[in-house]
């Protein structure tokens, strides 16, 4: 026969188990929606540094500019981010990592709405400058996210995942705003990025930790 005090033993360490696998399960949720939510930011920050590349020829003509002016504008957009990178990684070590994600995020998007609403090259080097702001802060606060809270055996797999999203959306970059030009025109392409950014930023401001 079972005693009282062998059962009752026996339904501790059942609790204790289900407390632990529970446990887990949460852990690896959050882990989940962690990597998703840094890949879908990395995912953006490939997708607006080949913004203006496919566009070039359409925006180049929209202003009568030269190919030179027009690419002052990507030079403006690297050497912003070139400038700012290493105090960004300064930035996200004193403050909110996932709060700066946020806002290089919206940085991007807005920098994109502005530029496809006001009809002016000059306001397009400006606002491909806010831009450069932005995505200096995509690799700090992504790693240092991922660094504090992915287990141990499972952030090589992590950085894989963020690295692939990275590099789709270079890939899908081009084809999309192409696509988006042929109905909406370039600056129908540049709202619809800035669209995207937005939709990512909302949704880390909204992810729990």
């Given at each position: 026969?079972?005693?009282?005090?062998?059962?009752?033993?026996?339904?501790?360490r059942?609790?204790?188990?289900?407390?632990?696998?529970?446990?887990?399960?949460?852990?690896?949720?959050?882990?989940?929606?962690?990597?998703?939510?840094?890949?879908?930011?990395?995912?953006?920050?490939?997708y607006?540094?080949l913004?203006?590349?496919p566009l070039?020829?359409?925006?180049?003509?929209?202003?009568?500019?030269?190919?030179?002016?027009?690419g002052?504008?990507?030079?403006?957009f690297n050497?912003?981010?070139?400038?700012?990178?290493?105090?960004?990684?300064?930035?996200?070590?004193?403050?909110?990592?996932r709060?700066?994600?946020v806002?290089?995020?919206?940085c991007?998007a807005?920098?994109?709405a502005v530029?496809?609403?006001v009809?002016?090259?000059?306001?397009?080097?400006?606002m491909?400058?806010?831009?450069?702001?932005?995505?200096?802060v995509?690799?700090p606060?992504n790693?240092?996210?991922?660094?504090?809270?992915v287990?141990a055996?499972?952030?090589?797999?992590?950085?894989?995942?963020h690295?692939?999203?990275?590099l789709?959306?270079?890939?899908?970059?081009?084809?999309?705003?192409l696509?988006?030009?042929?109905?909406?025109?370039?600056?129908?392409?540049f709202?619809?990025?800035a669209?995207?950014g937005?939709?990512?930023?909302?949704?880390?401001?909204?992810?729990?930790?």
């Amino acid at each position: 026969a079972i005693t009282p005090r062998r059962e009752s033993g026996e339904v501790q360490r059942a609790e204790m188990t289900q407390a632990t696998d529970l446990a887990y399960t949460s852990r690896r949720t959050g882990e989940f929606r962690l990597i998703a939510g840094m890949s879908a930011a990395h995912f953006v920050s490939h997708y607006y540094i080949l913004v203006l590349p496919p566009l070039f020829a359409f925006v180049r003509a929209d202003y009568g500019v030269s190919y030179t002016q027009i690419g002052l504008v990507l030079t403006v957009f690297n050497a912003v981010s070139a400038v700012l990178q290493t105090p960004a990684g300064f930035l996200v070590d004193r403050v909110n990592a996932r709060l700066v994600l946020v806002a290089g995020l919206l940085c991007g998007a807005l920098g994109l709405a502005v530029a496809s609403a006001v009809n002016s090259y000059w306001m397009l080097v400006a606002m491909f400058g806010l831009m450069g702001i932005g995505n200096t802060v995509y690799h700090p606060a992504n790693y240092a996210l991922l660094s504090r809270h992915v287990s141990a055996e499972r952030v090589s797999q992590a950085y894989s995942i963020h690295t692939f999203a990275g590099l789709a959306g270079g890939a899908i970059a081009p084809a999309t705003l192409l696509l988006m030009h042929s109905e909406f025109g370039w600056r129908g392409a540049f709202m619809g990025a800035a669209v995207l950014g937005a939709f990512v930023a909302i949704m880390l401001l909204l992810q729990r930790d």
